[in-house]
């Protein structure tokens, strides 16, 4: 069982842009002092309440400068916003800073303020994502890649830098519905679930229909990651950790819901209004003790048979600095050694 940690960084009111976004590469360099094998970043945009990672890439190069070992990934990278061959340069770019660490974590998103703030049809997202995909995955593996799509084409252009990881770095593809967890496993990709948006009952049979079609399609599952991401707090006493996660989700739910008012509602945001701090407690997140962490977490990993778990340590962005160092701490040497 592997375990990364995951950002997405909201910054509220009565916090600046240049302390969260450097409490989080301080907290990513601990991570990797800690073990953990990833840090995943969120691509998002238009409400910092929300999320300050705009450009995830510039976070990881940034993160890639002072650790050693873990992996650097998106989770998601929007891929129908971008153009994909510059897309395609940024990812080996950072590849080639990490000494081959990057992971390209990727997938269509569902915020129509993303869509409306950049031009771009919705309606075309999934096309758009279907291409752009090949057209980065070519670009890596060819030296003249050549493509011809609807959107996007390439005249043979070789990118620079390449990327280290050969033939390109590992593609995680995210699926929050029933078809796009059976593309993903057609595809032949590593898939990301967000149980919390998709719901228990979405993740166990996207997950079914996402293994099925990976072998009706020859793909080697074995070569192939699950990754679930789990919202996490972990303290000395249960009254702690479930009061400072408390503060903290109930934050998260109600930026999701002022977004869902005002800009139309994404899968995300429509998902929230059903939401409460104590639903995502007991079906979702793994909070308490560290004991009780694990054993959540164990229940989980019976649930979905997962080979990662992307840990959610500040889901609101509320809880302090030191709250989140020491959450990781605890985790890291009193929950994954039970799980390696």
């Known amino acids: 069982m592997e375990f990364g940690v995951f950002y997405q960084l909201p910054c509220s009111e009565d916090q600046t842009p240049v302390r969260r976004i450097k409490d989080t590469i301080v907290q990513c360099q601990l991570a990797d002092e800690l073990g953990f094998d990833a840090a995943w970043l969120a691509e998002l945009h238009f409400n910092p309440n929300f999320s300050l990672l705009s450009a995830p890439f510039m976070i990881g190069a940034a993160i890639a400068q002072i650790t050693k070992r873990i992996r650097i990934g998106s989770a998601i990278s929007l891929l129908p916003l971008h153009q994909p061959v510059r897309l395609a340069e940024e990812v080996a770019t950072l590849d080639v800073l990490s000494n081959g660490r990057a992971i390209f974590g990727v997938g269509r998103g569902s915020m129509p303020s993303h869509y409306q703030g950049y031009s771009i049809n919705q309606e075309e997202g999934r096309e ?200 990781m701490q605890m985790f890291a040497q009193e929950v994954m050694p039970r799980f390696q």
């Open 128 to 327: 758009r994502f279907i291409e752009g995909l090949e057209l980065v995955l070519g670009s890596w593996r060819q030296e003249d890649f050549k493509y011809q799509g609807k959107f996007y084409q390439s005249h043979g252009y070789r990118i620079t830098p390449r990327p280290i990881q050969q033939p390109h770095p590992p593609v995680y593809v995210a699926s929050n519905s029933e078809d796009t967890f059976g593309i993903v496993g057609a595809l032949g990709h590593s898939i990301l679930v967000a149980p919390t948006i998709v719901t228990t009952e979405g993740a166990l049979q996207g997950l079914e229909f996402y293994r099925a079609e990976l072998e009706a399609n020859g793909h080697d599952a074995s070569v192939l990651k699950v990754n679930v991401n789990v919202p996490i707090h972990v303290a000395r006493s249960e009254e702690e950790a479930v009061k400072g996660f408390e503060k903290t989700i109930d934050n998260y739910l109600e930026t999701l819901r002022m977004i869902g008012q005002a800009r139309g509602a994404s899968q995300g945001s429509s998902r929230a209004s059903s939401l409460t701090s104590k639903i995502v407690m007991d079906e979702f997140a793994a909070v308490g003790t560290p004991s009780q962490v694990s054993a959540k977490l164990e229940k989980l990993k019976k649930m979905y048979n997962p080979d990662e778990f992307m840990c959610w340590f500040n889901i609101g962005g509320l809880l302090p600095h030191s709250a989140v160092q020491s959450s």
